[in-house]
């Protein structure tokens, strides 16, 4: 499965807006998968920090998750997403309008 049919199921399984989810993606990286920022703290597709990644990935009880898998991080910020956590993408998340 592609990477963007794979976001968009992710956001269908989880309830979320496909297509802010779909942009958040596009504002955080373009869609790259190895897109590092930050001064390289972030990382990935979804520019992930890595103890935000390790403190969700516990959270959720999926320690398993590697932070330099796409669909991983994107199976992660979903989840976060729907829960009420977008304000780790404070930028992006009011650009697509997680967040105001």
């Not at 309830?15 to 802010?20: K, S």
């Not at 935000?52 to 009880?61: D, E, I, L, Q, V």
């Not at 898998?69 to 729907?82: F, G």
Request: net charge negative; hydrophobic share 35%; with cysteine.
């Amino acid at each position: 499965m592609s990477i963007d049919d794979y976001a968009k199921k992710a956001a269908e399984q989880t309830g979320i807006d496909t297509d802010r989810f779909l942009g958040l993606i596009t504002c955080e990286s373009n869609w790259k998968e190895d897109a590092a920022g930050d001064h390289n703290r972030s990382f990935g597709i979804l520019q992930f920090q890595k103890p935000t990644f390790a403190r969700f990935s516990k959270k959720y009880n999926m320690e398993s998750l590697d932070i330099s898998d796409s669909y991983d991080q994107i199976d992660l910020a979903a989840l976060m997403i729907r829960d009420g956590y977008q304000d780790n993408w404070l930028r992006c998340g009011r650009r697509v309008g997680f967040l105001q």
